[in-house]
């Protein structure tokens, strides 16, 4: 009896141990696992060189394991295409996108006044702090990107849906982790504010997408034929969100 209870307490030990692991190891690559009540099965995603598995928050490590010994060689090759965006510092000539261009960061403590402004191929960002911190000079940076990404578009979508004649009930631009725009089924659309780094065409396919969305909210055939109609090229824009999103980013991680 005290054996059984021995074993038993083990087994209870170890499957408490996995319930509360946060990373398990792949072949050259460590893989975060997430658990969620809400998850039914599990899910993979390789994003900015991480890779991540979501599981129900009941299931055991050893299916995570299993799934990741499956899909090893495609988590390798997309590691491979799209490795970690380097950590951004922050300093005087660091290159960040705009629109899909590059302007260059410049930096320019002890001034008069807080503010940021765009010239023809730099970013200046005058701060009254003497010697400004990474935090300091990202706060300013973001605020003033999220004011661009509001005005630019907000007024790109009202035009397109002139366009397309797909009237929004209202617009929002705001932050998302892992979506660029969305569109509820009474035609309420919210844009990632990221947006505003892509170009300017891939910009343009992203509310396209969610404008059709009040016509189709799904993304059956008949969508994306809609789509199409006023985006004729979005296969293109669709595939470089995929490829190049990760770069979206004024993260300093």
Known sequence: MTQYFLKSLAKNLLIRQNYSMTHIHGDGFRVAIIRSKRRKTLALAVANGEVSVRMPA????????????????????????????????????????????????????????????LTKQSLLV????????QAVILKHITDWYQQQAT?????????????????????????????W??????????????LIMAPKAVIDYVIIHELCHIKQHNHSAAFWQLVENFCPHYKVHRAWLKNNGHQLSLSMH
């Open 126 to 133: 005058d701060l009254k702090n003497k010697a400004p911190s």
């Open 58 to 117: 009941k299931m055991a490590v050893h299916h995570a394991e299993r799934f990741i010994q499956q899909k090893t060689a495609w988590i390798q090759q997309k590691l491979a295409a799209h490795p970690a965006t380097k950590k951004r510092l922050f300093t005087e000539g660091e290159p960040l996108l705009l629109m899909g261009q590059q302007v260059y960061l410049s930096i320019i403590p002890d001034s008069t006044a807080n503010q940021v402004k």
């Open 181 to 194: 725009g969305s569109c509820t089924r009474v035609g309420d659309i919210q844009f990632n504010w990221k």
């Open 151 to 179: 005005q630019h578009l907000m007024a790109r979508c009202r035009a397109l849906s002139e366009v397309t004649g797909l009237l929004p009930r209202s617009i929002i631009v705001k932050t998302y982790k892992a979506r």
